[in-house]
């Protein structure tokens, strides 16, 4: 079993700045590959971003590239998601999640989730 603790959410400013962090507890979290997710009112949960085990290969949903930042700690089993120059339609829920083996952006094939964090970006 996988715990995922997300925090960092709040209420930010257009082109302002946030600090996702998610925080695992269980099993060997640099075994695991990890993602963000997001989930807006009304709206299918949708890829972010995603890490590979080793933090070498990384990939993002793109209309977040160049303003997200995806990394991990694997001596702090923590996974961060540095979001700039945020926009009102990043306005959602986020989610970290971790699947054994290689990265992917289809939530199905996660196995662990964590309960979200609220990101609101007032224009």
């Known amino acids: 079993q996988v715990q995922l603790v997300e925090s960092g959410g709040g209420l930010v400013q257009a082109g302002g700045s946030l600090r996702l962090s998610c925080a695992a507890s269980g099993r060997t979290f640099s075994n695991l590959a990890m993602a963000w997710f997001r989930q807006a009112p009304d709206k299918e949960r949708e890829f972010v971003a995603a890490?590979?085990?080793?933090?070498?290969?990384?990939s993002y949903l793109d209309s977040v590239k160049g303003r997200f930042t995806i990394s991990r700690d694997n001596a702090k089993n923590t996974l961060y998601l540095q979001t700039n120059s945020l926009k009102p339609e990043d306005t959602a829920i986020y989610y970290c999640a971790a699947k054994f083996f290689s990265t992917s952006s289809n939530s199905k094939e996660y196995h662990y989730w964590g309960q979200g964090t609220q990101v609101t970006v007032s224009s």
């Open positions: 890490i590979s085990w080793s933090g070498s290969t990384t």
